[in-house]
């Protein structure tokens, strides 16, 4: 099933040492093997990407790749959003240094607007 992923960036700084192992090992990892991360001169993560903005796809992988991720994080925070095709089902990860915590959509009562 095929999903559209969506992230957050909380001064997410990127350890630069572990870069090339992280990159190696999504190679791996069905729905990241593409994945781009664009870090400033101060190793911040910017922006996560993909060949042609591909962020709609098969991302089979994700718990791995989110483990993956706090490996290289070493300060901030990332939080990555999957919906799922039919909108009904999502999921998604807050991933800090060596930590991945599950998030999932919940839905509340809102304010009567009839």
């Not at 350890?15 to 001169?41: H, R």
């Not at 999502?90 to 509340?108: H, S």
Request: charged share 25%.
């Amino acid at each position: 099933m095929n999903s559209l992923m969506a992230f957050d960036l909380f001064n997410a700084e990127i350890d630069t040492l572990k870069m090339n192992e992280f990159l190696s090992v999504s190679q791996n990892l069905q729905g990241f093997e593409n994945v781009i991360l664009e870090i400033d001169d101060n190793n911040i993560l910017r922006n996560i990407t993909f060949p042609d903005d591909e962020y709609f796809g098969t991302f089979i992988d994700c718990d791995e790749f989110a483990i993956e991720f706090s490996k290289i994080l070493k300060n901030g925070e990332v939080k990555l959003y999957f919906d799922g095709e039919d909108e009904n089902f999502a999921w998604g990860y807050k991933i800090t240094p060596g930590k991945v915590f599950e998030l999932y959509k919940v839905w509340t009562e809102g304010i009567q607007i009839h």
